[in-house]
């Protein structure tokens, strides 16, 4: 999977975009990378856009690890943008995961303007293929 995030501070919100196939390695990898970056902020909101993901091999089991260990604070509102149905499904299991963990705040949308919408967001982003970003 090729992955990169973009933090926006003006919005206080994580521009996080995946493409490729989506592994179990490349989703631990992602999730360490913005826990370490020094300008995490785990009170920030996120985006996190699949549209443009075109295998899936990641597992429920790396699912709920990721859910268990969330740096995010149970504040944060984080949503999802897909449009393979495989996606959605594990992204309904990651909210459900998260929700036990008190974290209510997460969505599923297909459609960005939604999405943006609930996150209280405006489309500012930088291209997030440009930002940080590591190919397959």
């Known amino acids: 999977m090729a992955e990169n995030y973009h933090i926006d501070h003006?919005?206080?919100?994580?521009w996080s975009k995946c493409w490729g196939v989506?592994?179990?390695?490349?989703?631990l990898n992602h999730h360490a990378r913005l826990k370490a970056d020094p300008d995490f902020n785990p009170s920030y909101?996120?985006?996190?856009?699949?549209t443009e993901v075109?295998?899936?091999?990641?597992?429920?089991?790396?699912?709920?690890?990721?859910?268990?260990n969330s740096t995010?604070?149970?504040?944060?509102?984080?949503?999802?943008?897909?449009?393979?149905?495989?996606?959605?499904?594990?992204a309904r299991?990651?909210?459900v995961y998260v929700n036990v963990r008190g974290q209510n705040n997460i969505q599923v949308h297909r459609d960005r303007a939604?999405?943006?919408a609930w996150l209280e967001a405006r489309e500012s982003s930088p291209s997030v293929k440009s930002v940080r970003s590591r190919a397959d």
Do not use: H
């Open 114 to 116: 939604k999405a943006l």
């Open 93 to 95: 299991m990651f909210q």
């Open 10 to 14: 003006e919005q206080r919100l994580i």
């Open 45 to 50: 909101s996120q985006l996190v856009d699949t």
């Open 54 to 68: 075109t295998t899936v091999t990641l597992t429920p089991k790396v699912v709920q690890q990721v859910a268990q």
């Open 22 to 27: 989506l592994s179990d390695e490349d989703l």
């Open 72 to 90: 995010f604070a149970p504040e944060s509102k984080r949503a999802f943008l897909v449009v393979k149905n495989i996606i959605f499904g594990l």
